[in-house]
């Protein structure tokens, strides 16, 4: 707590010096707390976007969201905005029940901008997860509201698109999204009956793309993502248990399994059981060492499919009684193999070639091009 205290201190002072400094910036960066996963804290999905802005002289601020709730560290290269995200909570309850999220929040915003955004310019905003969109859109109605795609995204996706009508979040901000790939755009543009996503939406690639084949044949060693987070009812997190249990209840105990929870996995669940299995380990932390230890992956529905499909690594889909089969229904995964399957070392090295392939269409490499002209 002392250590949080100390980030609410240091935003304080920063906010508090933009009554009397004024400051301009092209682009505002903003991010919750969890999604420093890199080796240094770091943010991976701004990452190349953040170098394009230096090669460029493209002015930005980065501000971090803080999640007191969670142990991922703090990246000390950024500014913490724990101040203003405290005053903001105060005053969503302040503003009571009456008003819709949405509104409550421009007003917010436009109330914020009046004290602490004076002095404080900015051309364009780029969010994670749709974070303080419509905050932001009240600090500065004339500023471009982007936000980055951080995971997959399906026909009736929440927040995104439901019921074949775009989310209002998106609609009265304003907000444009920039994709990793093609495919993403064409899902969304095909399943919108409102039309707002064909002029919305921006492909600018991904820090995640195709890169050489790590193994050539089944090494016995298999990694699953799991999926257990708060955003799940517990009900729901209770149907992924016990799907997981049957799945690493069905294979051959000579078969191991490495466990690598969800980045916002908070012990929803307890995996006690499981764990005392002679062939269950934890996963090691960094993604790309899970690729380098096993070469299958398993999951209900976890973006490392995509990830794993790059590096030529093919994905067991768990079947979810959750209607969590969106890898089947709308990114039609071309396998269906079970493990014993990639045993025959010739349907391993096919399937790698396959997956790799239908992957590229999801996470095309980084378009620095693409993204510097949306900030002309």
């Not at 501000?63 to 709730?69: C, G, H, N």
């Not at 934890?282 to 209900?300: M, Q, V, Y």
Request: aromatic share 16%; hydrophobic share 40%; proline share 3%.
């Amino acid at each position: 707590m002392i250590r949080n205290f100390s980030y609410i201190i240091q935003s304080l002072f920063f906010f508090l010096s933009g009554l009397i400094k004024k400051r301009r910036y092209d682009v505002v960066f903003y991010y919750p707390q969890h999604f420093n996963r890199g080796k240094y804290n770091e943010n991976q999905f701004f990452k190349q976007l953040l170098l394009s802005c230096d090669n460029n002289n493209i002015s930005y601020i980065i501000f971090e969201e803080p999640d007191f709730t969670i142990r991922n560290q703090r990246n000390n290269k950024v500014v913490p905005f724990d101040f203003l995200y405290l005053l903001i909570i105060f005053l969503r309850k302040l503003y009571g029940s009456k008003l819709t999220g949405l509104v409550k929040d421009q007003k917010i915003g436009s109330l914020i901008a009046k004290v602490f955004f004076k002095r404080f310019i900015f051309n364009h905003y780029i969010t994670l997860s749709q974070s303080m969109l419509s905050i932001f859109k009240g600090i500065n109605p004339n500023a471009k509201l982007y936000d980055l795609q951080h995971g997959i995204i399906h026909n009736n996706k929440k927040n995104y698109l439901v019921n074949g009508v775009a989310e209002s979040n998106l609609l009265a901000n304003n907000v444009n999204l920039l994709l990793s790939g093609e495919s993403y755009k064409d899902l969304l543009v095909t399943n919108d009956k409102s039309n707002y996503f064909q002029s919305h939406i921006f492909v600018i690639g991904s820090h995640v793309f195709s890169s050489e084949f790590i193994h050539q044949k089944f090494n016995d060693n298999v990694l699953i993502t799991l999926q257990f987070t708060h955003d799940h009812s517990d009900k729901q997190n209770t149907i992924l248990l016990n799907e997981l249990k049957l799945f690493v209840y069905s294979v051959d105990t000579k078969v191991n399994f490495y466990l690598k929870h969800h980045p916002r996995f908070n012990n929803e669940v307890d995996l006690s059981e499981i764990l005392e299995l002679p062939n269950i380990y934890f996963a090691p932390d960094d993604i790309n060492e899970c690729f380098k230890l096993c070469s299958l992956h398993a999951t209900t529905y976890s973006t490392s499919a995509f990830e794993a499909s790059l590096s030529g690594i093919p994905t067991i889909l768990i079947h979810s009684q959750n209607e969590l089969n969106f890898f089947k229904t709308d990114f039609i995964y071309p396998l269906n193999y079970g493990i014993s399957d990639f045993m025959d070392i010739i349907v391993y090295q096919k399937s790698s070639e396959i997956v790799k392939n239908w992957a590229k269409e999801y996470y095309s490499p980084y378009n620095e091009s693409a993204f510097l002209n949306l900030l002309k």
